[in-house]
């Protein structure tokens, strides 16, 4: 690491002083050269790409069965074959990822914002509001997340809207996890002495000076870690038969309708199964890559 | 032992408010939970017996001291689908589930051991870099489609372990059970790799090392005796602490593998639609994991006399 530091002309319009260290560090933090993080981006973005654009890239119905065209191979009219109902299985991949995506990029709303609010209360005003809050957060992560959400869609009925209330209530603890311990170690600060003593309100102050100071890594774990443990879930459930409900397409489903085929048709539960795992490493390099982005950007 | 007081102390609320959300699960079904459970071909009279017996006409509070009064009792309810009480079910299954929760946390250390000092033994070499990657995948991976995969190649296309089923004696079940344990561990991988992974680097970093560096000890040794004996109690905490997830992972993979443990009788009670099955099992993964985390936090500041946390 050569660090030239070429001194920036002082006052000079747009360009502030810098010290040599900290340039060295902002090209090392600088994002394209973080070889995990661009891997994670390239991946996670041809996913988004595949899905979003999946009108463009099949003239397949997904849900149109063809009882002429059951169970075929790969061909140049079906790039992935068709299933035991004739449907393209290239289509019903590419739909079956939105459904999944799509749900998946939703349900981590909701946790973050509750977990969010819930955490900076806990941290923030600390005393019986913290031990209230970290109790409940024990209780909830004493059960293990699939058997929770698992049971949870089942008493609610299976379905999407259960699926956002499930991951709801199982999902904020995280998020009060993550921004309770950012808020107690960034509460010292003094520019929070500073904004208290100047006579700003709790919400004010946690709102406008510590959310923007801590929120990143809740950012970063929602666009990561959550999503993946999300879709997870999400693909779980509707191999259960609880999650998206047939004919609609979902990569789940998919796999449990082929492994009936699995020694004869391996492909149909392979690919979509591939699918999924292929994401999830998208979005762990890109979780790895962003941790370390900030753990540079913070050093 | 003020630490071990404290720790127990915690561990009434938390397991009263673990049977408080099991309790509530009932309230979650949308309608009459006993017509929706029963179905709509359901008699008035089995609803009746259904409100009578779960106490559904009477107050909230009531409902909840009716619970409670059954589970000190030791009963779990009646399974609507085999009719017996559940208490029994769990009890004669909760043996092929610890089973493989065991040789899963057994399989994933010895996977990931060899992994983490590859990857240590060298920082930041492609050796490095490959050990935290390829652990990745297995974090993404769906159980039960590793699980489909394993079994129809190694069991119907190779035939080398049993399609399903748990086996009989000590061999037959290490034989029978490797491919649902190898399965659950493939998910529990990552986790241990990276933070023995982490403990290594750090031992590495410690004087003694470079002592016994000084002292011309062969690499081999110095890892096994001195680096792997000081990163090992981090590793077996994370176990501990994963333990929900360890759990989570045995549902489907005992489905698919048939193997009669609790995770596939929850399966099986979603498919049958019986809720007093799904509600008991939950209640019962919910306390097994305040214990384990309990034992691990107790074993780990009886172990590690550095660490006794504060207050």
Known sequence: ?299 | MAFVIHRLALLVPTVLGVTIITFFMIHLIPGDPARTILGIHATPRAIAILHAQWGLNRPLVDQYWLYMDRLVHGNLGQSLYYGSGVSGLITSRLPVTLWLIIYAALLAVIISVPLAILAASRKDAIRDHAVRVIPLLGLGMPAFWLALILQSQLSVRFRLFPVTGYGTGFAGHLHSMFLPSLTVAIALCPVIVRSLRASMLDVLGADFITTARAKGVPASRLFIRHVLRNAIIPAVTVLGINIGFLIGGTLIVEQVFGLPGVGSLLVQAIFERDFPVVQAVALIFGIMVVMVNLLTDVAYATLDPRVRFDR
């Open chain 1, 1 to 299: 690491m050569s660090a030239i530091s070429i001194p920036a002309a002082e006052g000079s319009p747009g360009s502030a002083p810098r010290a040599a260290g900290e340039r060295a560090q902002n090209r090392r933090s600088r994002w394209y050269r973080q070889p995990t993080l661009m891997a994670g981006l390239v991946i996670t973005g041809l996913i988004l790409f595949l899905v979003i654009a999946a009108p463009l890239l099949t003239s397949y119905n997904p849900d149109t069965q063809n009882f002429a065209a059951t169970l075929q191979g790969p061909s140049a009219h079906h790039l992935l074959g068709t299933d035991q109902l004739g449907r393209d299985t290239w289509s019903r991949l590419l739909y079956g990822g939105r459904t999944d995506l799509r749900i998946a990029f939703i349900a981590v709303l909701l946790p973050f914002v509750i977990g969010t609010i819930v955490g900076s209360l806990a941290g923030y005003f600390g005393g019986w509001v913290d031990i209230v809050i970290m109790r409940l957060v024990d209780i909830v992560v004493a059960f293990p997340f699939f058997v929770l959400i698992i049971a949870l869609v089942f008493v609610l009925g299976p379905g999407e809207r259960s699926i956002y209330i499930a991951i709801t209530l199982v999902g904020w603890v995280s998020y009060a996890r993550i921004i309770r311990g950012q808020i107690l170690v960034a509460k010292r600060q003094e520019y929070v002495a500073a904004a208290q003593s100047g006579g700003l309100s709790a919400v004010r102050i946690m709102g406008r000076h510590l959310l923007p100071n801590v929120i990143s890594q809740a950012i970063v774990y929602a666009l990561s870690v959550d999503i993946e443990q999300d879709i997870l879930a999400i693909v779980t459930l509707s191999y259960l038969g609880l999650g998206i409900q047939p004919p609609a397409p979902d990569w789940g489903t998919m796999i449990s309708d082929g492994q009936n085929f699995l020694t004869t048709h391996w492909q149909l539960t392979t690919i979509p199964g591939l699918a999924v795992v292929v994401t999830g490493l998208g979005l762990s390099l890109l979780a790895d890559g962003l941790a370390d982005l900030l753990r540079l950007g913070q050093s």
